[in-house]
């Protein structure tokens, strides 16, 4: 099963994002990887790192992420997991997290997930004005 990994610049708003995904897909393989490791916030190399490795099978990890630095923290990690099949998804954190652990779940693979990603940017919460 494809993992995947919350990255956020809040420890809470990670932990909260896997908490809801778990209601919604139980079985998915996924991880928190928020804040620095005093609890402030930022982003953690080490953190995004280890909730890799937790979720990490030949299936692949993807990874979500919230704003800027996590962004180019994660690129930071990726550049050290040579080999490994690991990927950045561009898409909203919540939905996209949503949508992804439930594919995952299904037994989707990487490749499949990732193009369901893509359709996410053009989910709508509210009708379209006439």
């Given at each position: 099963?494809?993992g ?44 995004i ?11 692949g ?32 954190l ?9 594919d995952?779940a ?21 009708p379209e004005?006439r």
């Amino acid at each position: 099963m494809v993992g995947l990994v919350i990255v956020s610049h809040s420890q809470a708003l990670a932990e909260s994002v896997v908490g809801l995904t778990s209601m919604m897909a139980k079985d998915a393989k996924i991880a928190a990887a928020g804040g620095l490791e005093d609890g402030s916030f930022g982003t953690s190399f080490t953190r995004i790192s280890e909730a890799i490795e937790a979720v990490y099978s030949d299936d692949g990890v993807i990874i979500l992420m919230d704003l800027g630095s996590a962004v180019m923290t994660t690129e930071m990690v990726l550049e050290m997991m040579d080999g490994r099949k690991v990927v950045m998804a561009d898409c909203p954190l919540v939905e996209g997290a949503v949508v992804a652990s439930v594919d995952a779940a299904g037994g989707m693979s990487l490749e499949e997930i990732i193009a369901d990603l893509a359709g996410v940017w053009d989910m709508r919460k509210l009708p379209e004005a006439r």
